[in-house]
């Protein structure tokens, strides 16, 4: 169910265009998401060291402040040069992550993504349909010559 | 193939809590991809544009511009207020993009994050190789004052 399809706008020459781009958009995307789950690993280790070892934990959030985690494998880099135990126990961890929500990611893409739209579609419905109660409607049986008033 | 395994650092209770944050970590990611995905769609549209509509391909590269895409919805939000149809469209080749790509994501990720692993694993002992080359090793056999040397 769309309120409004735009499927009608997409013509052929772009859809080659599109399929060309898709392997590289994939291949992209499983490289973003590799970045995204090492920051969640990240995470991960600093929650499971303050309740095991506050001092580490506080010194992997400092560490983690500094160097950018936005690139997963410079981030890995840096620690590995400073605290080898603690990235080698990242990769552990992402790896972890990884097999464990990667079977359940497909669907769970689709239901967000066909959420997040019926919520966009929703939204705009509402606004054009406020635009047409404060706009005063044109009666389309009024004389045409009301336009030239003002 | 490990060239260190950490498992042996992960208590038990960090595993617990590991299961804990897991469902958590899984619904983040898959928002993370769908904010990824708009920016691959957002692209994808000023690709295509540039082909067929050239102006309003660089009409959308300004918008791309001053809007942040870190936040697909709140982006797509302030497009639906300037050019609906542009929203409209991103909204299709999003959700074409993730029923193309979903289906390979889970197969892509682990082969990702074992090559990222395994890179950072054999970078590392690569390191730890040329810092025992550089440092002379201390012999054994040699006699222990020759430390009072200097």
Sequence with gaps: MTLCSSDSILHPSQLILFAMDLKQIAKDTAKTLVSYLTYQSVRTVIAQLSETDPPQAFWLQSFSSREKIQDGEAYLKALFQERQDLAFRILTV??????????????MLRTSIQQANMDQRR????????????????????????????
């Design 94 to 107: 992402r790896e972890h992550l990884a097999e464990e929500i990667a079977d359940v990611l497909p669907e």
């Design 123 to 150: 939204r705009q419905l509402e606004r054009m349909t406020q635009l047409d109660l404060s706009v005063p409607s044109v009666n389309p049986e009024q004389e045409p010559n009301s336009e030239e008033i003002g």
